[in-house]
């Protein structure tokens, strides 16, 4: 049932700058890629080199996407449906791989087997990152689906394994689409593994292009095939996330867990292991053995002030993002109308733009028409909140949407108005999303490397940036401080982030 | 003296589909009233009117002698409307713990007044030892009682209350709602009750405002309604009925339970229908007692029912004491006490 009534202007306000925010990326790509007229762009599109750049980066997506969705839906069936012990313990170190930013991986991967740097490197990297975004979705709804249904089935006959794969992976389907597709948008928008490897991807080439001399035609057309290749991932992804349902009628919540045979249990064991192991045990390793190497010759201090820099760009992008993602989760999710679809539309459409992207288009946005503010603070949280809010806005949205509309009526006719309902009620009930969808920023800005890079004050380093600039040159002592720093600081809020995935799966 | 709640020709459309049509009816002061209709009916969609959650495109809301809406504008929003709304399973904030749901509505919380407001209305719902639990903690008759404290805590003109009991199993409906009613009547609120539950607003309301078909049918006391329904359609909804072929003359009708009284004359070719509780067995039965066969036998605890075939082969149902029961196959002869009713 839709409200008649409109949102508070409070409400509205903001959520109409954030729409604003979220579209300048793509209106500077088009700019920028129609400078030179059409033709010209439609030339750049047609290079031959254009199409090599265009199957490279689709083959290794879709090796990536297929290999995430195999490991992540086996580990979320581990943590869900097995009788293994501390199962709880076991999804929050499955998770911890979206604590590792994928250049520090790859340069990890690259110092302990050089030759794996390239294609085979970049794919095992990229997995080894991104199967947590099918695990979390996968095991929330294997959670919420109704286990009766596998009953039913061994009941009728079936199999053990058999009533696995034509019920449970039949119910499950739609979240291991939507969680797939989650893992082809990163992955053709990740700049730091196929850096880190020398692989010549968009984003690598986008990057390259901005680097000889800012050729804003190619970057920017480039960029907008990208965009285009996301943006249609990202329409799948939805198509498919509308049909992560949950179970017919209301049922009595049991036990979702099955006693499951260790012929089922081992080889499944085998792959969380080797997720674990590899995703982080490999740069959490390589990054200690450096530090050691290297312990009488770390300057400090020059850690601690690249920490500070990291933790406050870090929470000045997750504060921003998250006062711009809660009036926009607001509306979209309690005062739909006009205004609530432009503002997801525009919302919706940022999520398709990688950081590159949007890095991009900042630094002509400060060059054009913000040119104090060029390479200062306030323009790189500007352009990183631009990456996070749709994740961020995800996060509170979906929380919102879970709670009751029929506790903000009770509230209103207690004669609470409706702002001060969305207060009182309303956002203490999103608690939970909103602490994620901020814990999700923070993790963001911490790791992400090319807005980073590109939009920083020259004098200022974070920990992505120090990390890049030391692995680049192979100075892996160097490396190892920033790396630790980095991946303890990432935990927190990684850790936060699976808890509250853990309370939804464990409820 | 005005009506707490007066609906005057309320209509209401979603889209093409009219929700509520040309709904009136008024809710006198202190006084509980049942607005009692099938799933669907627009029952909630009318609680939402009230509240100001929805605006009807024609029609006047008015409480308190105060308009609130009128022809698809709302003249007072939600918050200003003094109306508690107590939902379907409670909707208590579960973020706040059980004392801090009552004094939710309440001006200057943390002020004396109204925490001995907030301790008054949870001992009237006899949950006072409760006030610092949290609502997942409390049972669901007991979370219903609190949302009725905490709609009762603001001093609402009325309180609506959306099928209060609907998510309780029946062993404890029957107690909830008696102390809810108890509450209500202690706290001499006024009160509008949605409900799809025969029993329950025939048994707590002092008025009932039937809904059929998306619009109020008839209006009445409880007794009012299950002895002199309007029409059929009432009287089938408001309690069981057994119907038989008659012809009416006047206040008399001639129908295979023999010549019955009317309670309304009628004439003509007619649909008799009798409550089950008037079919008795005859033990002294004359030649012109109806007579039949038993063909089956409900034996319910404290009484029963059988469906006995008359001769022309129409089946009657009686319900008699479960001491009373006959065998399936006996024939028994039957008599109708009190008047029967007629519809063409």
Not at chain 1, 103 to 124: D, E, H, R
Request: hydrophobic letters at 50%; proline letters at 5%.
């Amino acid at each position: 049932m839709t409200r008649l009534l409109r949102a508070p202007v409070a409400i509205a306000a903001p959520a109409m700058l954030a729409a604003v925010v979220a579209i300048v990326p793509l209106v500077y790509l088009f700019d920028a890629s129609l400078s030179r007229g059409v033709e010209n762009a439609i030339r750049e599109i047609f290079l031959a080199r254009t199409a090599t750049l265009v199957l490279r980066t689709l083959l290794l997506t879709f090796i990536v996407t297929v290999a995430c969705a195999v490991v992540g839906t086996i580990n979320a069936w581990l943590v869900v449906r097995s009788s293994l012990p501390l199962r709880p313990m076991w999804l929050m170190l499955l998770a911890m791989p979206l604590a590792i930013p994928t250049y520090l991986s790859a340069f990890a991967w690259v110092s302990w087997i050089p030759t794996v740097s390239g294609f085979l490197g970049a794919s095992i990297v990229l997995t080894l990152a991104s199967y947590p975004y099918v695990m979390l979705p996968v095991a929330a709804m294997l959670r919420g689906a109704d286990p009766m249904l596998e009953d039913v089935a061994r009941s009728l006959g079936a199999s053990a394994p058999s009533a696995l794969i034509r019920v449970t992976l039949r119910q499950i389907a739609p979240a291991i689409w939507a969680g797939s597709l989650l893992v082809a948008l990163y992955v053709v928008s990740d700049f730091g593994a196929v850096a880190a490897m020398r692989l010549e991807t968009f984003t690598w080439v986008i990057y390259g292009a901005y680097r000889a001399g800012f050729n804003p035609t190619r970057a920017a057309t480039l960029a907008l095939v990208l965009v285009a290749m996301a943006l249609l991932l990202i329409v799948l992804e939805r198509h498919f996330r509308s049909r992560v349902t949950q179970r017919l009628g209301a049922g009595t919540a049991r036990s979702t867990v099955r006693r499951t045979t260790l012929t089922l249990v081992a080889p499944a064991l085998v792959v969380a292991l080797t997720s674990i192991g590899f995703g982080i045990g490999v740069p959490l390793v390589s990054s200690i053995r450096w530090t050691r190497e290297a312990s009488a010759t770390t300057d400090w201090s020059a850690v601690f002030t690249t920490i500070m820099s990291s933790f406050w760009i870090g929470f000045l992008t997750g504060l921003a993002t998250l006062l711009l993602a809660l009036p926009v989760g607001i509306l979209i999710a309690r005062f739909k109308g006009r205004l609530a679809d432009v503002t997801e539309g525009a919302v919706f459409v940022t999520h398709s733009l990688p950081g590159i992207v949007v890095a991009l288009s900042v630094v002509y946005l400060g060059i054009n028409l913000v040119r104090p503010l060029y390479q200062q603070v306030p323009l790189l949280v500007f352009g990183q909140v631009i990456i996070f809010l749709p994740l961020v806005v995800g996060a509170v949205r979906t929380s919102i949407e879970q709670s009751r509309l029929a506790l903000e009526d009770v509230s209103r006719s207690l004669g609470v108005s409706r702002m001060a309902t969305v207060f009182r009620v309303t956002i203490p009930l999103a608690i939970p999303g909103i602490a994620a969808g901020g814990a999700l920023a923070v993790l963001g800005a911490m790791k992400e490397l090319p807005t980073t890079l590109i939009l920083r004050p020259t004098e200022v380093e974070t920990l992505a940036t120090s990390i890049w600039k030391y692995s680049v040159v192979s100075d892996f002592g160097a490396v190892g401080p920033y790396a630790v720093s980095l991946m303890l600081l990432a935990a927190l809020p990684t850790a936060l982030l699976s808890h509250v995935a853990v309370v939804k799966v464990a409820r | 003296m005005t009506a707490a709640l007066e609906l005057i020709g309320v209509t209401h459309r979603f889209d093409d589909t009219v929700v509520l049509d040309n709904v009136s009816f008024q809710v006198e002061a202190g006084s509980i009233t049942a607005v009692l209709g099938p799933s669907g009916v627009g029952k909630t969609t009318l609680l939402r009117i009230i509240c100001g959650f929805e605006t009807p495109q024609q029609g006047r809301v008015v409480i308190s002698g105060r308009e609130v809406a009128r022809d698809g504008d709302s003249l007072v929003a939600a918050e200003h409307r003094g109306v508690g709304l107590v939902p379907q399973e409670g909707a208590l904030f579960p973020h706040l713990s059980v004392a801090n749901n009552v004094s939710f509505g309440l001006k200057q919380r943390r002020s004396g007044e109204s925490r001995a407001r907030t301790n008054h209305l949870l001992e009237l719902v006899g949950l006072a030892h409760c006030a610092d639990r949290r609502p997942e903690e409390l049972s669901g008759g007991m979370q219903q009682r609190v949302a009725l404290a905490r709609a009762l805590a603001p001093n609402p003109a009325i309180v609506l209350l959306d099928e209060p009991f609907a998510s309780l199993d029946a062993a404890l409906r029957a107690s909830v709602r008696a102390e809810v009613v108890d509450a209500l009547r202690r706290s001499k609120a006024t009160a509008l009750w949605v409900t799809h539950d025969q029993q329950e607003a025939l048994s707590c309301a002092d008025n009932v405002a039937v809904m059929l078909d998306r619009r109020v049918v008839q209006r009445g006391t409880p007794v009012d309604l299950y002895r002199s329904p309007a029409s059929r359609a009432v009287a089938e909804f408001v309690g069981e009925a057994v119907h038989l072929r008659g012809q009416a003359r006047g206040t008399t009708v001639s129908c295979a339970m023999g010549n019955l009284q009317l309670a309304r004359a009628a004439d003509g070719s007619v649909t008799v229908i009798v409550r089950p509780e008037q079919i008795e067995l005859d033990d002294s039965p004359t030649e012109t007692s109806p007579r039949g066969r038993v063909i089956a036998s409900r034996f319910y605890g404290h009484d029963g029912e059988i469906d006995v075939r008359l001769p022309n082969d129409e089946v009657v149902v009686a319900r008699l004491h479960a001491r009373l029961l006959p065998p399936v196959g006996a024939d028994v002869a039957l008599r109708v006490t009190g008047q029967a009713l007629a519809f063409a």
